[in-house]
């Protein structure tokens, strides 16, 4: 017998400023058991540096993403008609420290990963990575990494710490979280403090794509690029909304002027169809940064499309 599948709540089946406020308003799940894929939020943002909020994101990601609909008209993606989805609700960090919030995010993962369930994240800022890498490498091994963003997130420290949202991927590194031979880092930019801010994720064998290298560009033949080279590894997704120029998402803790299009964003979201993707995310979404909640619409429907691009949905 066919399982029935969760879908979206329609808009003639109540109107869509109204009932939960859940992930595209899918029923919300106690437990990651029977399900193929769950969005998750996690919002923390006491590892930021410049502006806080993003520990808004979750809930305006979910109030914003009322409006998507479960076909990709311009791909041809049908995620509900062959996965399980559900919202999980959010992961209950611990406000006043991040040291003790890191485990709890990573415990929470482990059981979403060992019930066979791909985790799609809302952040709360970029530390959150950490964590749930910690978690994804547990049960894969190390992955290969596509990550959009202005900064490369390698610093060693922050003001003497070393867990914050501008070290996760040093971090990650350090730990053997990584393959670091199919590191890709997509729209870097800005100013920065040195050279080596760009050039330690070169020598550790990331591949480095700065934002004015692909100015006016199709990143379609980039993305080919990428999953030729990442093959079928495991690989883990992590968008910072900041990758974007603030143009388009303002509503973030630390932009970047001169960054991606939403155009490219798609691109690069789209392009990652084919890859073995285990988890992405979706993070630093700082809405009191932007009233007019454009930057948690595009973080939602980025978060779809990510979900439109996991293994095993069709296209119509």
């Not at 017998?1 to 003639?12: E, F, I």
């Not at 806080?52 to 109030?63: D, K, L, N, T, V």
């Not at 994804?136 to 490369?152: I, K, N």
């Not at 100013?191 to 934002?211: K, L």
Request: negative net charge.
């Amino acid at each position: 017998m066919a399982r029935a599948l969760n879908q979206p709540l329609g808009g003639d089946e109540m109107p869509r400023f109204g009932g939960l406020a859940s992930m595209m308003r899918l029923p919300v799940a106690t437990t990651p058991e029977g399900l193929d894929a769950a969005f998750v939020g996690v919002p923390l943002d006491i590892g930021t540096s410049h502006r806080g909020g993003a520990r808004f994101g979750p809930r305006a990601i979910r109030a914003e993403s009322a409006l998507i609909r479960p076909y990709n008209m311009a791909t041809g993606a049908a995620p509900f008609d062959a996965l399980q989805v559900a919202d999980l609700g959010d992961v209950p960090i611990n406000t006043y420290s991040l040291a003790k919030s890191l485990p709890i995010i990573s415990a929470f993962y482990e059981r979403v990963l060992a019930a066979g369930c791909r985790p799609l994240t809302l952040g709360g800022d970029h530390t959150i990575a950490l964590p749930i890498l910690r978690a994804v490498a547990a049960r894969h091994g190390p992955v290969a990494l596509v990550h959009v963003d202005a900064h490369a997130d390698v610093n060693d420290e922050m003001l003497g710490e070393r867990i914050a949202h501008g070290t996760p991927f040093r971090r990650a590194v350090e730990e053997g979280l990584l393959r670091c031979d199919r590191v890709w880092q997509i729209g870097l930019r800005g100013s920065g403090y040195a050279a080596d801010d760009f050039d330690w994720p070169r020598r550790q064998g990331f591949t480095v794509v700065q934002a004015h290298e692909v100015w006016y560009r199709s990143l379609a033949p980039l993305m080919d690029e990428l999953r030729a080279k990442v093959g079928d590894a495991p690989c883990y997704l992590s968008f910072d909304i900041d990758g974007i120029d603030p143009a388009f998402a303002g509503g973030t803790g630390t932009p970047e002027v001169g960054g991606l299009s939403v155009p490219q964003a798609l691109e690069i979201v789209r392009g990652c169809r084919g890859l073995n993707l285990v988890g992405a995310d979706l993070v630093e979404v700082a809405p009191p940064y932007d009233p007019s909640g454009n930057t948690a619409l595009l973080g939602a429907n980025l978060l779809y499309e990510m979900l439109c691009v996991l293994p095993g949905v069709p296209r119509r």
